[in-house]
């Protein structure tokens, strides 16, 4: 893999974030250099001809123009070929079937594959990483995650993220692949830590969105990031992450941005939810809330490995329907007090 910004990057996922994270790429840092080419892959041929035919990702990130070397494509051979670093930004989910399909177009090539999804595999309970490293043993894995909102990002706000892979030269240089004038990328050799808040703060900020749409005040709000926070840093303690990068950006300000922004997909969900919206009514309005998907088994996580995790265990509850809102806002305050800490 080269360190400088000529090589050729390949995105999988033609999604919002897939889409700002491929113009990112293309514009190879601070001094964009032409021959640096980046493969967007879409399933779907129609909209990968409406990308072509239009030089926009209507359908996912509206109004922002793809870069001239951004090529999408429908073809898995083309959208790996020569690719010396691989961007993973489909759902969670669909990661592992994503990585089975690409290991023929890959094989012989050590390509990192940067995860740029949030969430834990269902099933497995396995981090996201821990997936790339199970279907695809020679490519090692990185992680990018942080406080981002991909409008955000492709309009060339300042944002700052998290990327990480166990080797420091590795992160580094994916970080110099991927930084820009506007996008600020830290590196670190925590990739747990830094997938891991990624995952859960999706969770807790479903939480958020319910005391907003219940209109439960700020107050409220503001002790519902707190203590989310608390639950964070156990959940973090009992799975191997570093504390300074639960306090960094993809833990503390990943939640916070999502808990406290009407742009966040898994902070409306809550809103929807908190006003009597269903899930289905919300979800097919506001399209992937990773939290749906992850609650589950993050509970399930904590339950194992003994961590309290009230807010997490709330949501999972009502997204599963086993108690109404209105039971679990009751449950939380009669929880007996206890010494502030985590
Ligand atoms: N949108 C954002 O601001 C950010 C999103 N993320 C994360 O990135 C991931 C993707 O999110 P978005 O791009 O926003 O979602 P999105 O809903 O805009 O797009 C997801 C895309 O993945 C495609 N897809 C699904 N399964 C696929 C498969 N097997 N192969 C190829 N493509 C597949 C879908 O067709 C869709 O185009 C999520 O885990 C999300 O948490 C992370 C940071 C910021
Ligand atoms: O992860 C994100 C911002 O960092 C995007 O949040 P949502 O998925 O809730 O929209």
């Known amino acids: 893999m080269t360190n400088g910004r000529s090589g050729r990057i390949a995105v999988f996922g033609a999604g919002a974030w897939g889409t700002a994270l491929a113009n990112l790429a293309a514009r190879g840092g601070r001094e964009p250099r032409a021959e640096t080419v980046v493969t967007l892959f879409a399933r779907d041929c129609d909209h990968v001809a409406e ?20 090529r999408p494509t429908s073809d898995l051979a083309e959208a ?5 670093v691989i961007l993973a930004v489909v759902p969670a989910q669909a990661l592992r079937g994503l990585l089975e399909s690409l290991e023929p177009f890959v094989a012989g090539s050590k390509a990192p594959i940067v995860v740029c999804a949030k969430g834990i595999e269902h099933g497995t309970g396995h981090f996201l990483s821990e997936v790339v490293s199970e279907v695809l043993p020679d490519h090692p894995p990185a992680v990018l995650s942080g406080p981002s909102f991909a409008q955000d990002v492709a309009r060339g706000l ?21 930084a820009g004038p506007g996008f600020r990328v830290y590196s670190s050799t925590d990739m747990r830590g830094v997938e891991l808040g990624g995952a859960a703060k999706n969770v807790l900020a479903v939480a958020n969105g319910v005391a907003a749409g219940r209109d ?9 990031v707190a203590r989310g926070f608390a639950e964070l840093i156990r959940f973090g303690r009992a799975f191997g992450a570093e504390p300074a990068t639960l306090m960094g950006l993809s833990g503390l300000g990943d939640l916070v941005l999502t808990c406290t922004s009407a742009l966040s997909r ?8 908190g006003r009597g919206q269903t899930i289905a009514e919300a979800s097919a309005r506001i399209g992937l809330a990773e939290g749906l998907y992850t609650c589950g088994v993050l509970v399930d996580l904590a339950n194992a490995a003994g961590v309290d995790m009230p807010i997490a265990k709330a949501v999972d509850a009502v997204l599963a329907e086993r108690i109404t809102i209105d039971e679990a806002i009751a449950e939380l305050l009669a929880r007996p007090s206890k010494a502030e800490g985590v």
Do not use: C, H, K
Request: glycine residues 10%; negative net charge; hydrophobic residues 60%.
């Open 266 to 273: 898994n902070f409306s969900l809550g809103v929807a939810l």
């Open 51 to 70: 990308m072509q035919a239009t030089g926009v990702n209507a359908r996912r990130l509206p109004g922002v123009p793809l870069l001239s070397n951004v």
């Open 216 to 224: 439960l005040g700020a107050s409220a709000g503001a002790a519902l």
């Open 80 to 84: 790996a070929a020569d690719a010396d």
């Open 158 to 178: 300042p944002t700052a993220v998290a990327l990480a892979a166990a080797d420091a030269e590795l992160a580094a240089i994916l970080a110099g692949r991927l």
